[in-house]
């Protein structure tokens, strides 16, 4: 799956608002976990993809939780 395959998916959400459906996160803060998660799954050289995606989502979303609560209390 390309950028623009994502993008069209991010904006055509299966029902409801977009912006309810991705907590507001903003689309470029949410374009930005995708690519940093396929990242990793290509770093984990893991031989079960299914074990490396679910790690990658993992560590996406820790770091990314730390990121967006940091910016939500007045952080950099």
């Known amino acids: 799956m390309d ?3 994502i ?3 991010w904006e055509a ?4 608002s977009r912006h309810i459906a991705r907590n507001y996160i903003p689309e470029t803060v949410g374009l930005e976990m995708v690519e940093y998660c396929e990242k990793l799954v290509s770093v984990f050289e893991l031989d079960d993809l299914e ?3 679910d790690e990658a989502i ?3 979303q820790k770091k990314f939780r ?3 609560n940091t910016e ?3 952080g950099a």
């Open 7 to 9: 993008k069209k998916i």
């Open 72 to 74: 939500r209390i007045g």
């Open 3 to 5: 950028t623009a395959e």
């Open 58 to 60: 993992r560590m996406t």
């Open 13 to 16: 959400p299966i029902s409801g």
């Open 51 to 53: 074990e490396a995606h």
């Open 66 to 68: 730390q990121r967006l």
